[in-house]
Structure formats: C-alpha cells, structure tokens
C-alpha cells in the first residue's frame, strides 16, 4: 500500500468514527470532534502526500503524531467507564493511525535511500 492511501484511510476512519462517537453520545463533547477536523485536514493534504512534497508530508506526520497522542486518553476513559462501543471506535481510530504512521516512516526511509543512492560521486583530485 502507498502512503498516501495510508493516511486517506487513516483520515477518514478518523472523520467517521469520531463523528459517529459525537452523534451517538448522550452528553456529545466539542472535543470528541478533534479527530474529525484533523481527519478532514489529512484528507485536504493528501494530494499534496501523494505527489511527495515533502513539507506537507511532514505536516501530515505531525498531525498523525497529534492524533494518535490525542486518542490514549479517550481509549483509557471508555475502558474505565465499560463503553464497549466507545472503545472499540477509538481503538481502530488508534490502529488507523499506527498503520498511516508506519507507511509515513517506510516511506521517508525510502525516501532517504533513494537520495544516498542517487547522491553525485565526488572525484578525487
């Protein structure tokens, strides 16, 4: 899988079950709306993902590392209140994430080879 189908899987797993954990909610909080506004900026990057710019891949990263930091508290709240539904929601929101995360990491490590690789050979005088 490409890294730009990573993270457009990751960002609309988080817009939905974000927005499906504030609609189903009884007392909804604005907060539980994060995801989903981080979810609709990944996807408004994802064109920029895909041809490779490289500071808007980065950006992308640091959202994904803001999100994911983002979603333990919520994980750890739902098995203290027993909310099977709730957990589950956050859960694949976390496993989204990890995934988008590691196709991010394979991809600046290709990146970086590829540079090396293609890197001018200095000649000696």
């Known amino acids: 899988m490409k890294t730009h189908i990573a993270s457009l899987i990751n960002a609309i797993t988080l817009i939905i079950l974000s927005s499906w954990g504030y609609l ?24 920029g993902v895909k041809k490779e710019n490289k500071i808007i891949a980065h950006i992308a990263v640091l959202l994904t590392i803001i999100v994911l930091i983002g979603l333990i508290k919520p994980v750890f709240g739902a098995m203290d209140r027993g909310d099977n539904a709730a957990f589950l929601r956050v859960a694949i929101m976390i496993l989204s994430t990890i995934g988008a995360m ?9 990146a970086r080879k590829n540079r090396e690789t293609t890197k001018p050979i200095e000649e000696e005088i």
Do not use: Q, R, Y
Not at 24 to 46: C, F, H, Q, R
Not at 102 to 110: A, D, Y
């Open 24 to 47: 189903s909610s009884d007392t909804p909080s604005v907060t539980a709306l994060i995801p989903t506004a981080i979810g609709i900026i990944l996807l408004t990057l994802n064109k």
């Open 102 to 110: 590691v196709f991010f990491v394979k991809s600046f490590i290709n």
